[in-house]
């Protein structure tokens, strides 16, 4: 029925899928700037090279002294220097003196309380101390929050401002990351005219490498190359040689005459065929120069949701970002199907967990895709539903 | 007991920041490529300009038939033509024959329907078609997924890849969204030293700065300017003369001396006080030449999580991001705190929607806040909790 060799489940392209992206999509360590590590994932442990805090340093503005001085209070004491908040190697502090210090100052040997100043008044040359403290109050020990050769940072964390703040604190300026995956897009097909043009009768917009594009970065990679190629094989031939790490097509691989990608591809070993699913039947992978390509038909819908079904899965556990949320729903509409594909309706999330059709079921409902926010999945064996009935749904 | 001259609690100062934000965190309209607009906000309803399908196109491959003329099958009908999916004005279709037509390709005047390929069989010169098809049937008419004028996207929108496909497919290239908030930052202290160099004893890395500039990327806005500057006020200046929507600076507000924000700006008119929340009890807010300037305490954990409370929901409502997941949860350890004060603590998800706490509650842990995944809530009447008491949690 479907023109070609083989047809395969969902979950059977999608393994195979898995299987052919794997070598590309194995984490590659490289280091980045912190500053610019936001979002990415850590490839390595992060062992602090220093103790934090650096230096045992004062919690409070107030007064440095030796608790066993302030013991019976109130007392005075004589006023004997100031240590602020910068580069400073203050004196030891000598039995029955204190000495002026700010927040985060350098805490002096001997010393080891520290007198808020609203336990204290001073005429400048001595301060009178209204509650005494115990040994260590006050005062941040160095290496209280974490010492030189702990663990910094686990691997396989997806970096949030506190943690580039720690790698800051601790002095680091660079960072291990897994690598983003660097994909290339290229849709085909001579009937593609680039947004802003004017197209004549027979022509339309090339939707795809802008959503394909997006999808991809969204997704955690990055676009390496987006290119459309006509109906002719020399120029899909010098859209694959831009280096990537995997190659996206969109259209070219039914069984239409015209068909680009299987014309070039199947040949030469292309895996080309059906995949029991609506819309996105027709898909197609290919290995070119040692890098994976990944064929989906060129329909808008097709290829939006073969990339959602298919590739960003992958993409996603790669940048440590979660996947699609998926739940089930009551439908409000009666659906129809068809026997023996999975259908992907598309819908909107209404009241009561329940999800609304939002567009009619042809591939080409660009529109009706953008206007829904769930995906609507109908099993292979179920040709009807009735409203109330329970679907699984997938967050887009 | 602060020294200063004002207290509020937390709802007070928070609506005190919204108000003196909202005139720079207005949605300003801006117009952007479509390629760049991933995750950006409509500012207006987009219409579209076109009917999508742009014309009546082929769902199938096939042939382009009067449906009369296959009411009774098989049928044989001569072959007069070939329409590809590319710029093509076909002729109309005579009664009693076919044209060849390959999915997206333009359906002919006077076909009404297509036979797809695999209900035919052809000789090259004629088609026996084994199934009729009634009018209508493969044939996507012109705008039935959207007509021009109607609205192809609402005002509010976040962007999606599938947002971004809708407006490429009816030959859209910029669209109007809402302007990123402007955010400069300016950390202060003469302790500080960029990470990277070597600090001697009273000095420590500037990890404020690296933390905010995330948190500010992570909440929708742009860095505008990052300086760091020390206790002399005329570098404070300076750095504030740098174009922004908003100034964020951390430290310099509390009681001790060399308090640069504090001095700068409180003799002209800056709200300097403590907010009933630990950490992060100095706060302060200033307008400098027009821009409001919102002044964080700079004890790394007070900076972050200042930012968190005051102008990261702020900032996420422009962007159209979603708000940080507060949730209950119940306490694995027992904890106690300060009456009078909101606490934070720092904490982490654990099994059975549970929190275990992580860190101290010192605000100088920047590594304990690293290793946290959760704020815990403690409220300010609250001195003491035990293990299974319910509290309050934010996701970080």
Redesign the interface.
């Known amino acids: 029925?479907s023109?070609h060799g083989h047809s395969w489940s969902i979950e059977e392209h999608a393994a195979h899928v898995a299987e052919l992206l794997a070598p590309a999509l194995a984490p590659r360590p490289g280091t980045i700037p912190?500053?610019e590590a936001?979002?990415r994932v850590t490839s390595a442990a992060v062992l602090?090279p220093v103790d934090?805090?650096?230096?045992r340093?004062s919690?409070m503005?107030g007064f440095a002294v030796r608790s066993a001085d302030v013991a019976p209070t109130p007392t005075t004491l004589p006023i004997v220097g100031e240590?602020?908040?910068?580069?400073?190697?203050p004196p030891d502090l000598a039995p029955g003196t204190a000495v002026r210090i700010?927040?985060?100052?350098?805490v002096p040997n001997g010393a080891d309380a520290v007198i808020p100043?609203?336990d204290t008044t001073s005429d400048g040359d001595t301060v009178t101390i209204s509650r005494g403290r115990s040994a260590g109050e006050f005062v941040?020990e160095r290496g209280?929050?974490?010492r030189a050769g702990?663990e910094?940072?686990p691997a396989g964390l997806r970096l949030?401002?506190?943690?580039?703040?720690?790698?800051?604190?601790?002095?680091?300026?660079e960072v291990a990351v897994v690598a983003r995956p660097r994909v290339s897009i290229i849709t085909t097909?001579?009937?593609l005219v680039p947004?802003?043009?004017t197209?004549?009768?027979?022509?339309?917009?090339?939707?795809?490498?802008?959503?394909?594009?997006?999808?991809v970065?969204?997704a955690g990679a990055v676009v390496a190359a987006r290119a459309h190629v006509t109906?002719d094989p020399a120029e899909l031939i010098a859209a694959l040689a831009v280096p990537a790490d995997l190659v996206l097509t969109s259209g070219g691989i039914?069984?239409?005459?015209?068909e680009v990608v299987r014309e070039l591809l199947e040949p030469r070993g292309a895996r080309v065929g059906h995949v029991a699913m609506q819309p996105g039947g027709p898909q197609a992978t290919a290995v070119w120069d040692g890098v994976p390509v990944i064929c989906f038909p060129?329909?808008?819908v097709s290829t939006?949701l073969s990339f959602e079904v298919f590739v960003a899965p992958l993409l996603r556990t790669v940048a440590g970002l979660p996947q699609a949320v998926r739940e089930r729903r009551q439908l409000s509409d009666a659906v129809v199907s068809v026997a023996g594909r999975r259908q992907f309706l598309r819908g909107r999330a209404a009241e009561g967990g329940r999800v609304v059709i939002a567009s009619?079921p042809?591939s080409?409902?660009?529109?009706?895709?953008?206007a829904?926010d769930l995906l609507v999945i109908i099993p292979e064996e179920v040709t009807a539903l009735n409203a109330g009935d329970d679907v699984e749904t997938w967050a887009?």
Chains 1, 2 share one sequence.
């Open positions: 029925m023109g912190v500053d936001l979002g602090s934090l805090p650096l230096f340093n919690q503005d240590v602020a908040a910068r580069p400073s190697s700010m927040t985060g100052a350098v100043v609203e941040r209280n929050d974490l702990d910094l940072l949030g401002s506190r943690h580039l703040a720690v790698l800051a604190a601790a002095g680091i300026t097909g001579s009937e947004p802003g043009a197209p004549v009768l027979g022509q339309v917009f090339d939707s795809n490498g802008t959503a394909l594009a997006a999808a970065i969204a109906d039914s069984m239409g005459d015209y060129g329909n808008p939006q009619g042809g080409h409902l660009v529109a009706g895709l953008a829904s887009l």
